[in-house]
């Protein structure tokens, strides 16, 4: 950056407070979306002159746009043109990926889920997110120039710097691999990487069942088993970005060894491999998280028992955070979240009677409202909050 070629903007000059304004306007909108400049005004704390001066202007750079929400003009919602950009959300998980496209404005334009085989490898992973993100730009006539960021999800811990730790057994198919720069390689864009179950909390606490809520666990139930924090309202990540990782707490000593390393982790009892594992014998080799949660929904005893009692494991863990974090809601998501009453039943029974009873009162535990779309919906929230919109594309910033 050179300083001589321009005199330094003073903190407080015209210049330097009108483009701080200006980038205000553009991150409330970018954060929540459409919104009437009432709203804008009363989000940036703005006077309502004010906003509309900035509004005509970024609407005048061809950044920003005013569209009717059929309630006359005081009723106008601002929100990007589709020409300031799009960003890329990937959901990579041990048996899928999905790749979906939205626009500034927080909307999914297009997307697309595939399944992967066993044996996959993050090169054929990458190939076939590349194929996938070129079908649904043509299919929406979206330029590839204009794509900004990606976020893209795994099922690992993933360390503040979006490495993988620990993938050679816990995502061998992502083993030794510096994840952020090959996928931004391979993709062409700046990349954001983010461990799954944190990007389900994004996604349920922007367009799900945690919408509003300042305190909240996600519980992501699949292949794997863990939790994502929000709190205080913004994803909480510790210190080495595994926070929430309570699938490998230890239920038994002496269980059976964990793909982390570890014996008898909640995970070998209630991840989506042992759940049908438990019923393969009474109920066939094939028996699919689905196929499990329409017999019991129709009655099966047997797969009705393996719900409730996975309900109750899940229970116990859930019970241990909400006593360390006090949260307002838990968000319960994967395909087994799908049963419904006949898994949150017993999580919620135990839960009251594990949890202290403060912690309890006002609790509510909820199914995703996304259901399964609830990762990359996340993704592609990491993706926004990290595209850098087109340098110059705001007058005099
Ligand atoms: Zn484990």
């Given at each position: 950056m050179s300083e001589s070629a321009e005199p330094r903007l003073q903190p407080g000059s015209q210049t330097s407070l009108r483009n701080a304004n200006q980038r205000r306007v553009l991150d409330t909108v970018r954060r929540h979306g459409r919104l009437t400049q009432a709203q804008i005004s009363r989000r940036t704390a703005l006077a309502p002159s004010t906003v509309?001066?900035?509004?005509?202007?970024?609407?005048?750079?061809?950044?920003?746009?005013?569209?009717?929400?059929?309630?006359?003009?005081?009723g106008q919602l601002i929100g990007f043109r589709g020409s300031a950009g799009h960003v890329v959300g990937i959901d990579v998980g041990h048996r899928h990926v999905t790749v979906a496209?939205?626009?500034?404005?927080?909307?999914?334009?297009?997307?697309?889920?595939?399944?992967?085989?066993?044996?996959?490898?993050?090169?054929?992973?990458?190939?076939?997110?590349?194929?996938?993100?070129?079908?649904?730009l043509r299919s929406r006539g979206i330029p590839r120039a204009g794509l900004l960021a990606a976020g893209l999800t795994l099922p690992a811990p993933v360390d503040l710097e979006g490495q993988l730790v620990g993938a050679s057994t816990m995502l061998p198919a992502w083993d030794g691999i510096g994840v952020r720069e090959e996928a931004a390689r391979r993709l062409g864009l700046p990349v954001v990487v983010e461990n799954d179950a944190n990007a389900g909390a994004l996604g349920e606490h922007a367009w799900g069942a945690g919408r509003g809520a300042q305190h909240m666990v996600y519980l992501k139930v699949g292949h794997g088993v863990g939790a994502g924090l929000i709190l205080n309202g913004v994803l909480f990540r510790g210190a080495a970005g595994s926070a929430g990782e309570i699938g490998h707490t230890t239920v038994d000593e002496r269980g059976r060894v964990c793909r982390c390393g570890n014996r008898g982790c909640l995970e070998t009892y209630v991840s989506s491999g042992e759940v049908t594992r438990l019923l393969a014998g009474t109920h066939g080799p094939d028996l699919t998280v689905p196929g499990l949660v329409a017999a019991a929904a129709a009655g099966d005893v047997g797969c009705g028992r393996v719900l409730g009692d996975t309900g109750r494991l899940l229970g116990a863990a859930v019970a241990g955070l909400c006593n360390t974090v006090d949260p307002e809601l838990v968000v319960v998501g994967g395909e087994i979240a799908e049963a419904g009453d006949l898994l949150?039943?017993?999580?919620?029974?135990?839960?009251?009677?594990?949890?202290?009873?403060?912690n309890v009162r006002g609790l509510r535990i909820e199914p995703a409202r996304l259901g399964i779309e609830a990762h990359v919906a996340g993704a592609v929230v990491l993706a926004l909050q990290h595209a850098e919109l087109p340098a110059g594309a705001v007058p005099g910033g």
């Open positions: 509309s001066n900035i509004v005509h202007e970024l609407i005048g750079a061809g950044l920003l746009a005013a569209e009717s929400d059929g309630a006359g003009r005081r496209v939205a626009d500034l404005n927080q909307r999914i334009l297009a997307q697309r889920r595939h399944d992967l085989p066993e044996d996959h490898r993050f090169e054929d992973d990458l190939e076939l997110v590349g194929r996938s993100l070129e079908t649904l949150l039943g017993p999580l919620r029974e135990t839960v009251s009677r594990h949890a202290i009873r403060g």
